[in-house]
């Protein structure tokens, strides 16, 4: 081998050598971190499932006047003793029975141009009673009146249990939340790559009191009809997705 031909190749191999590092590096080149100028997707759904309530609250109570502070409790106490006595033979356990207000307030006439004169005093005693047999519903509002109460605020149907509700809404809120992402994600020329975050907001909630009027003494011999219908369990959910091309 010639002189120039030793140089030519000790200057390939220089070249070589120097090529390999740099494209090592290239190949060795660390991935961008997960989620770094990614293309996200951000969206909410829920999921609804409605159900038979099997319980049931009311709030119900005695309101009594009297002339004196003393007079109105005593014979709030003697009434409010008779309600809480049918409660028990109408099946209601102690422990589904509450105390949830207790009030004694003056009472007073006002005439224009007048001060305002005492007329007496009003005791108020509210319970708020659990009923976990919804057929001796009616039968139980009854006995409470027929006792004494004259006061029926509202009534409130719910679950003793209502995980398998939630359960069945849940699996309905994913099945919506996946159908949007795909959706959103086809319209916009992209594919769901994978499930970054899911969160839950709320779950299980009582619905609402729905308001009584305040009963008189029944004078009718068959019970009062209360229809539980169905009540809804709803669960919300929110999530993140990564999407790609």
């Known amino acids: 081998m010639t002189t120039l031909a030793r140089a030519g190749a000790f200057g390939l191999l220089i070249a070589a050598s120097a090529a390999a590092p740099a494209a090592l590096a290239q190949a060795a080149a660390p991935a961008a971190p997960p989620g770094v100028q990614a293309t996200t997707l951000n969206l909410s759904a829920y999921g609804e499932t409605r159900v038979t309530p099997d319980m049931a609250t009311i709030n119900l109570g005695v309101n009594t006047e009297a002339a004196t502070a003393a007079g109105a409790m005593q014979a709030n106490a003697a009434q409010m003793t008779k309600v809480i006595a049918a409660l028990k033979r109408a099946g209601i356990a102690d422990k589904d029975v509450q105390t949830s207000n207790l009030n004694l307030s003056a009472q007073y006439d006002y005439v224009q141009n007048e001060p305002p004169k005492l007329r007496g005093y009003q005791a108020s005693n509210q319970v708020t009673i659990v009923v976990r047999d919804l057929a001796k519903l009616g039968q139980a509002v009854d006995a409470t009146v027929n006792a ?45 790559q994978r499930l970054v975050t899911l969160s839950e907001g709320g779950g299980y909630t009582p619905p609402s009191p729905v308001p009584m009027l305040a009963m008189a003494r029944f004078d009718k011999a068959e019970s009062t009809p209360v229809a539980a219908g169905e009540i809804a369990v709803r669960v919300d959910i929110s999530a993140v997705y990564e999407l790609g091309r």
């Open 148 to 192: 004494g109460a004259n006061q029926v605020n509202g009534i409130n149907f719910g679950l003793s249990d209502p995980s398998a509700a939630e359960n069945a809404a849940r699996l309905q809120a994913v099945k919506a939340l996946a159908a949007k992402a795909n959706l959103y994600a086809a319209a916009t020329g992209y594919k769901v």
